[in-house]
């Protein structure tokens, strides 16, 4: 059976140091979150947002606990961590804890909107499996409402940074426009100082062609949708120039619909990479035939040409549209924690602290961390003290087998005659007492 070819000019992996600096994620839920399931349905969609670089098929259990996922976040190579929980009293909380080190961002879930739910109000939804190729690529991510880094406060600042470090950098000069399917928007209310966060799919359709062509290049490109019936037509022309059109479209609703759309233009690099292989052509063939080098062209020449280039109609208008994927999520900023959930409170947006109260929980922090680092020192002697007692345990028993298997060669190497001489002994005592 033949090999598939595979791709090397356009599909080049990445190398270790590349996959090493892409951000991962884990999305969990914990506590008393296990037993609400628009929680636990709230954590899927949340998984579909973070695709492709998140553990879609992660299962929890009731008795994992938070140390559990810190452990196994750093031979996973997780930098961040969303964790899910609910207070007895009902309130939902939203956490963002950056490996290893930190910080945590803790957020209170005012609201939210599975993925099911905005599909049943929206007129034209669209439904994604979590192995379509729409998640094969990270979201883009738009900021809205947050201030610039030189005017930010500095808790606005780790928000910010935090929120773009969730999402591998994009590089606009290598990036290809066609693998951005998706986009998640993150807006901010001034004045309640509430994040909204919205999650759209990226859909473009052609402007300039007419509905006939569509639907053949939907049928095409689309395997749900089939061939119009073409039976009734004497000629292709009949279907593509229809008469009764209106400018291409055979509907006022099409063209209301396009109005809400952003008609954006795209410039063909299809086309132009074609007519460049085309003229290269021409002139190594020119080459060939003449034998005569092609002159340098001068500088003015660049320049007409540049502006005969700009000028060309190598630019198609498409319609951008957004189709909300979901969820929806409304979440308040409540603190900031040094560690994973467990440091002091760098900021709090309820409550302000005087510089000596700062520096007395500076002071307590340091004293805990003494006790920390001498908890461990112990456990360490511990661990070390029952390890040797262990391997004495090993080595004790390695001499005993031994020795029996020395006491066992030494019975089975003794002379045949003395065991002869042994045996009549025995039988001549028998023969003695049975007298």
């Known amino acids: 059976m033949a090999k598939r070819r595979t791709k090397k000019r356009t599909h080049i992996e ?25 929680l636990a349905q709230l954590v899927k969609d949340f998984r579909n947002i973070m695709q492709p670089y998140t ?13 559990d996922f810190i452990v196994m976040a750093g031979p996973l190579n997780v930098s961040h961590l969303m964790i899910f929980t609910q207070s007895e009293k009902g309130t939902t909380s939203f956490k963002i804890a950056k490996m290893s080190q930190g910080p945590t961002l803790n957020f209170t879930l005012t609201s939210y909107s599975l993925s099911k739910d905005i599909r049943k109000f929206l007129r034209h939804p669209k439904s994604l ?11 883009l991510l738009v900021l809205n409402g947050f ?31 066609s693998s951005i399917k998706r986009v998640l928007i993150l807006s901010k209310d001034p004045k309640t100082d509430e994040i909204d966060l919205r999650h759209y799919s990226i859909e473009t359709k ?24 073409l039976s009734k037509i004497n000629d292709i022309s009949d279907f593509l120039l229809d008469p009764n059109s209106n400018s291409g479209f055979t509907s006022d609703s099409e063209l209301s619909e396009l109005e ?35 002159p340098e062209k001068s500088v003015e020449n660049d320049k007409n040409e540049n502006v005969n280039n700009d ?27 040094d560690g994973n959930c467990t440091g002091k409170v760098l900021y709090h947006s309820l409550y302000s602290k005087t510089k000596n109260e700062v520096k007395q929980l500076d002071k307590i922090h340091a004293t805990r961390e003494k006790e920390k680092q001498k908890r461990k020192k112990e ?38 005659s003395d065991t002869e001489i042994k045996n009549k002994n025995e039988d001549d005592s028998d023969e003695l007492f049975s007298s």
Do not use: C
Not at 55 to 67: S, V
Not at 379 to 397: G, T
């Open 14 to 38: 990445p190398n270790e140091d590349e996959l090493a600096k892409i951000p991962r994620s884990m999305v969990i839920r914990l506590g008393l979150a296990h037993r609400n399931h628009s």
């Open 55 to 67: 553990a879609i098929n992660l299962r929890e259990r009731k008795t994992n606990k938070l140390k």
């Open 129 to 139: 499996a979590k192995d379509s190729t729409d998640f094969s690529n990270p979201p």
């Open 147 to 177: 201030p610039k880094p030189a005017i930010a406060q500095p808790y606005e600042k780790t928000l910010i940074t935090t929120f773009q470090n969730m999402f591998p950098p994009i590089n606009p000069q290598q990036i290809k426009v």
């Open 206 to 229: 052609p402007v300039e062609i007419s509905k006939n062509v569509k639907k053949l290049i939907n049928s095409k490109n689309v395997h749900t949708k089939k061939i119009p019936n």
């Open 260 to 294: 809400e759309d952003s008609i954006v233009q795209i410039r063909d690099t299809s086309a132009i990479s074609a007519s460049n292989t085309i003229k290269k052509h021409d002139e190594v063939k020119d080459e060939d035939e003449d034998n005569i080098p092609i």
């Open 311 to 337: 000028s060309e109609p190598n630019v198609k208008k498409r319609a951008v549209k957004l189709i909300e994927l979901g969820p929806r999520m409304k979440f308040k900023l409540v603190k900031i924690e």
């Open 379 to 416: 456990q360490l002697q511990n661990v070390q003290v029952k390890k040797a007692k262990k391997d004495a345990k090993k080595l004790r028993h390695k001499e005993n087998l031994s020795r029996k298997k020395n006491n066992k060669s030494e019975n089975e190497s003794l002379d045949p």
